[in-house]
């Protein structure tokens, strides 16, 4: 009979050092993409003749979508980064 195979696992602090690294990453490129967002909605909302509110939504909309993509990219590959692009 052979011996078991260990599993080599990280570090309880690694872990934590690591997912405190990705959720700093991602919350700042959420909240940067809302205010980026919500800026520009400022600035198109009187061209287009949109309420306060449209505007707000939009910018809603953009930082909901950052957070489903740094969310995709943290399941996509195990990094500390929000970002699709590999090595990052």
């Given at each position: 009979?052979?011996?078991?195979?260990?599993?080599?696992?990280?570090?309880?602090?690694?872990?934590?050092?690591?997912?405190?690294?990705?959720?700093?990453?991602?919350a700042?490129?959420?909240?940067?993409?809302?205010?980026?967002?919500g800026?520009?909605?400022?600035?198109?909302?009187?061209?287009?003749?949109?309420?306060?509110?449209?505007?707000?939504?939009?910018?809603?909309?953009?930082?909901?979508?950052?957070?489903?993509?740094?969310?995709?990219?943290?399941?996509?590959s195990?990094?500390?980064?929000?970002?699709?692009?590999?090595?990052?």
């Open positions: 009979m052979s011996a078991p195979h260990s599993i080599d696992l990280p570090h309880a602090e690694t872990v934590l050092k690591t997912g405190k690294t990705y959720v700093r990453d991602l700042e490129r959420v909240v940067s993409t809302g205010l980026q967002a800026l520009g909605a400022v600035v198109v909302t009187r061209p287009f003749d949109l309420t306060m509110w449209e505007a707000a939504g939009m910018a809603g909309v953009a930082a909901s979508l950052a957070l489903v993509k740094g969310l995709i990219a943290r399941w996509r195990v990094t500390n980064s929000a970002s699709l692009v590999k090595d990052v």
